[in-house]
C-alpha cells in the first residue's frame, strides 16, 4: 500500500517553461511534505519542504503547493533549466522520523 | 565536512555470501537510516536508529541486520545475500526532532549486485 504516490514517472519539458511534478498522498495524518532531487550516481538531496499548516511555499524558482482536502501536494520549477533535469521525489512524514517516499519522477528539461 | 559516507561504492556477491555495508556521518546526528532503491519502488526503510546502541526495523528489514556502536557510524548487514538484495542501497542521517529537523541527508549509495 503505498502511502505517497508519484504517478508520472517521467516528464519532459522544454527550458524556459514551467515543470509541474504532482503527488498524492492517502495518510490524512501525514504533516509534513518534502521534495528531494536525485541526480544519477549521487544520493538524494533536500529541495524544498511544507509543513501542513500551510498551503504553499517558495524558495527562488521552487513552489510547493499543497491541497490537503485533496491529498495532493505539486512542485513547480519556473523557469525550468537543464540542471534541472532529476529525478524528484515527493516524501511525507508525521512530524516523526519516519518519513515515506514516493517512486519519484524523473524530469526532462531540454535545451 | 564529508557528509554522509558509504562504503563500498559497487559490490557484486554470490548467494549466500556475506557483506557489511559502512555509513559515516560527521554532522553528529542522532538519527540514521538505511534505504533500499528499487525501480518503481521509491526509497524504503530498511533499519534505522535514534541514537548510539539503538535501532528499530524499519519497512522491509527482512534478511539485514543493522549496529550502531558509534554515533557517527551505521553498519547494515547481509548474512546470505539472495538475488533479491540486488538494489541501491542509501545511508541517511537527520538531527531529529521533527518537523524542519526532519530532512534527511543522504549518502552517495552502494550498488549491491548479488547473482
Known amino acids: 500500500d503505498q502511502q505517497v504516490k508519484q504517478n508520472s514517472p517521467s516528464l519532459s519539458v522544454q527550458e524556459g517553461r514551467i515543470s509541474i511534478l504532482n503527488c498524492d498522498y492517502t495518510n490524512s495524518m501525514f504533516d509534513y511534505f518534502l521534495w528531494y532531487k536525485k541526480y544519477p550516481a549521487e544520493g538524494p538531496t533536500f529541495l524544498i519542504s511544507i509543513s501542513s499548516i500551510k498551503d504553499k511555499n517558495e524558495d527562488g524558482r521552487f513552489t510547493v503547493f499543497l491541497n490537503k482536502s485533496a491529498k495532493h501536494l505539486s512542485l513547480h520549477i519556473v523557469p525550468s533549466q537543464p540542471g534541472d533535469s532529476a529525478v524528484y521525489f515527493c516524501a511525507a512524514n508525521t512530524g516523526g522520523f519516519k518519513t515515506i517516499f514516493g517512486a519519484g519522477t524523473r524530469l526532462f528539461v531540454k535545451a | 565536512n564529508a557528509g554522509v559516507t558509504q562504503t563500498p561504492k559497487f559490490r557484486v556477491l554470490k548467494t549466500g555470501q556475506s557483506m557489511t555495508l559502512l555509513c559515516a556521518q560527521d554532522?553528529?546526528?542522532?538519527?540514521m537510516y538505511w534505504y533500499r532503491q528499487d525501480p518503481g519502488m521509491g526509497l524504503r526503510l530498511i533499519h534505522y536508529?535514534?541514537?548510539?546502541?539503538?535501532?528499530a526495523k524499519g519497512e522491509v528489514p527482512d534478511g539485514y541486520n543493522v549496529s550502531r556502536l558509534k554515533k557517527q557510524n551505521f553498519l547494515l548487514g547481509l548474512e546470505s545475500a539472495a538475488p533479491s538484495q540486488t538494489s541501491v542501497y542509501f545511508c541517511?542521517?537527520?538531527?531529529?526532532?521533527?518537523?524542519?529537523?526532519?530532512?534527511?541527508?543522504f549518502g552517495p549509495g552502494t550498488r549491491l549486485l548479488v547473482l
Open positions: 536508529s535514534v541514537g548510539e546502541g539503538t535501532t
Open positions: 541517511a542521517s537527520s538531527y531529529g526532532g521533527g518537523g524542519q529537523e526532519e530532512t534527511q541527508y
Open positions: 554532522m553528529n546526528h542522532e538519527y
